[in-house]
């Protein structure tokens, strides 16, 4: 947990603009569930800009300063809540560059005396209230946090760094606070207390502790030790080729793993010991949580871990963006590991014997039944899709986020599970996951698309920087572009997106060439390729893997094609199925009919879905829908999100939202990230050899390589 991430100057930047209280407010009732206190919020604004100004006066305002953070993750599950240091300043030292450290507390105390007949780690604290004046010594509460940051699971741990700390009173005297210098203090490198007597000392072990440049790559470093960044999906596919998974799991998300594995011991068979008679009992395991709360890192790591027992595994969705990406470029030339993930509806017909387990990711796009325009229509479903699913393993893991559900015909709802569930009898254990890790990590990010969206019953409010995510909009979409194009070019993975509000059509002439149907003014591109094949003469790529093709930057993806994917910069197109007008958004139905060339075209702005913009569907549906699809869209990007509208009401509305964007400092480019966090997509592996070691019932099974993170 941290509140904030900025260095000095940019705090000061962000605190001129008075935006800085109300982010970090925001981020705390997020965490704690409370609105904070006015003498919370004032010893920010008064507190953290003293410091931020010393950084500054001492020359070293390039210097970190994560606010209100947690040393581990583990004290995000701590009874009570976390212990949260004040402060941590980041940078690089000055003598051996190693990664430098300060905790700090900040005290707003003007007056100190001792406690009577107690240990130097109690003072008295006049004017606390009665029952609030005694106070642990701010070296003690230190100690605390030092140990808890070199420890064992501390994000220091193995790092080569200089750390320490210091108690900072600026409203006090040396005089004033004197039992604070006591000789019995408890020593250590976080025993230092300066007042505003000692400012100009403080000043000069500013400069003994920090060099005059660096402090965003040891803050960096900090934060994917902390586990604040994630490794993208695919990424983390590739890196592990699909025999482990490389995400760091959380509190939470460990216990869901641990659990699962738990549970599926009591109801499976031992994997070493083939079943004489199919036992008929069925069990169900409901993960349910929002977007980038982890449920397909958990997945994968299932996956992973009952393969390594011997079990039969296969990973399935609903959504055709996730499983080509996994099967085209993580699973590239692998014929096993591409059978492993399969689609809701390849389970019509049951497997024999059942699989031991089904994990089904992406649970709220399973559908009524089981369907197919190419299929013969005698061997479409004839049960629920839900109960195909069941009928086809002993245990079936299922990953719902009714957030994100798309199409009317998507019917995934934790009660449909559970209903499901009660009708076989099976037994049901449920998960909710809270934390996310999408965004960058970014709550604040999520809580501003879910207000913006009306997702949340909160009303929009203006976006406040925090270090972790950017936003910024655009005028025109060539500016869009241009912003892509570059930061593509300079190393990071970037996409354009837009609303489903132009025609798809399909790929002309014998070279199959891509029209240009997402038409703005005179700019034209093209919706990523409909075909599994590459387009224009080969330099196009097929769908699957246009999200990560070098040459899938020229096209522009829609929700169904970005779903379960993410870019370090996502440009998010809003069309005009979606518009402000005055205090409330307005949705709106499209129309498009074939030209003289037999291509649609737009006849009248708005959804040009046919799945969604179907007479069939009632008005306040066809609004969930196109909701749902924008809140996907403006969660596709790690690090920055460029904005878009077609209408210029919209555009306005926006720019108000997203307030005036200062570059210095607070633009992720990839120039300006420093080094640990250039990491760039990696590219689809070569043809595997598929050499596989058997498990049991006769069937493959991937055997555990590598240490498993």
């Not at 010594?137 to 320490?164: A, M, T, W």
Request: charged share 30%.
């Amino acid at each position: 947990m941290l509140l904030l991430k900025l260095s000095a100057r940019d705090l000061l930047a962000l605190n001129e603009r008075r935006r800085m209280v109300p982010h970090l407010a925001a981020r705390w009732k997020h965490f704690r569930g409370s609105e904070v206190s006015e003498g919370e919020s004032s010893a920010w604004a008064e507190s953290l800009v003293t410091l931020a100004e010393d950084l500054m006066a001492a020359g070293r305002g390039n210097v970190e300063m994560v606010v209100e953070c947690a040393a581990t993750t583990e004290e995000d599950d701590r009874p009570g809540g976390p212990r949260l240091i004040d402060v941590v300043l980041v940078g690089r030292h000055p003598g051996n560059g190693r990664i430098s450290v300060q905790l700090v507390e900040l005290k707003r105390w003007s007056t100190v005396t001792r406690v009577e007949e107690a240990t130097a780690e109690l003072v008295r604290v006049p004017g606390m209230g009665e029952d609030k004046e005694e106070k642990k010594h701010p070296v003690v509460q230190l100690r605390e946090y030092y140990h808890l940051f070199i420890g064992d699971k501390g994000p220091l741990n193995g790092l080569s760094f200089e750390c320490g700390g210091f108690a900072y009173l600026h409203n006090a005297s040396d005089e004033s606070v004197k039992p604070l210098f006591d000789i019995t203090v408890p020593p250590g490198a976080y025993s230092r207390t300066y007042t505003k007597d000692g400012r100009e000392q403080l000043l000069r072990d500013m400069r003994r502790y920090f060099a005059e440049d660096g402090g965003a790559s040891e803050a960096e470093i900090l934060l994917q030790q902390m586990n604040l960044r994630n490794t993208p999906l695919l990424d983390a596919m590739i890196n592990s080729r699909g025999e482990d998974t490389v995400f760091t799991l959380r509190g939470e998300q460990r216990d869901v793993v641990e659990d699962a594995i738990k549970f599926a011991s009591q109801v499976l068979d031992p994997p070493e010991q083939a079943a004489l008679v199919d036992n008929p009992e069925r069990a169900v395991f409901l993960v349910t949580g929002g977007a980038g709360t982890g449920k397909s890192a958990i997945g994968l790591e299932l996956k992973a871990r009952f393969e390594a027992e011997g079990r039969s595994v296969k990973y399935a969705s609903g959504s055709r963006a996730f499983n080509s990406a996994m099967q085209e470029h993580v699973g590239y030339g692998d014929r096993e590991f591409k059978e492993s993930f399969a689609y809701f509806s390849g389970f019509v017909t049951p497997p024999e014997p059942p699989l031991d387990v089904l994990i089904c990711d992406e649970a709220h796009r399973i559908r009524a039944r089981s369907t197919n325009r190419f299929w013969p229509q005698e061997k479409w479903g004839k049960k629920p899709q839900v109960d195909e699913l069941l009928d086809a393993s002993r245990l079936t893991v299922f990953f719902l986020d009714e957030g994100q559900s798309l199409r009317p015909d998507e019917v995934g709802t934790a009660k449909l599970i559970e209903d499901a569930a009660e009708r076989y009898g099976a037994m049901l254990r449920r998960y909710h996951l809270r934390e996310q890790f999408r965004c960058g990590g970014s709550d604040a990010y999520l809580s501003w698309v879910h207000g913006l969206l009306g997702l949340s019953g909160q009303r929009p409010r203006e976006w406040v920087p925090d270090g972790l995510m950017h936003v910024e909009t655009v005028d025109t979409p060539e500016e869009m572009e241009r912003i892509i194009r570059a930061e593509a070019a300079a190393g990071a993975s970037a996409r354009m997106v837009a609303g489903f509000c132009w025609p798809w059509n399909e790929p002309q002439g014998d070279e199959l060439r891509l029209e240009p149907d997402v038409h703005i003014g005179d700019w034209r591109r093209p919706w990523n390729a409909k075909e599994e094949k590459y387009c224009e003469g080969g330099t196009v790529p097929p769908s699957a893997i246009w999200s990560v093709h070098p040459n899938g930057i020229g096209q522009i993806g829609c929700v169904y094609t970005a779903q379960g994917l993410e870019w370090d910069w996502c440009g998010v197109i809003m069309g005009d199925d979606m518009v402000r007008r005055g205090d409330r958004w307005v949705f709106q139905r499209g129309r498009a009919r074939k030209d003289e060339t037999g291509l649609r075209r737009v006849v009248v702005p708005g959804s040009q879905d046919p799945k969604v913009n179907t007479a069939s569907l009632d008005d306040d549906e066809f609004e969930r829908c196109v909701r749902h699809a924008y809140h996907v869209l403006l969660t596709r990007a790690s690090r920055a999100t460029v904005l878009y509208s077609t209408d210029e009401e919209t555009r306005a509305y926006l720019k108000k939202l997203v307030g005036e964007v200062r570059l210095d400092g607070l633009r992720p480019t990839w120039g300006n990230l420093p080094i640990e966090a250039r990491v760039p997509h990696q590219r689809r592996p070569k043809r595997s050899g598929g050499n596989r070691t058997s498990g049991k019932k006769g069937k493959k099974s991937r055997g555990r390589q590598g240490k498993l993170f």
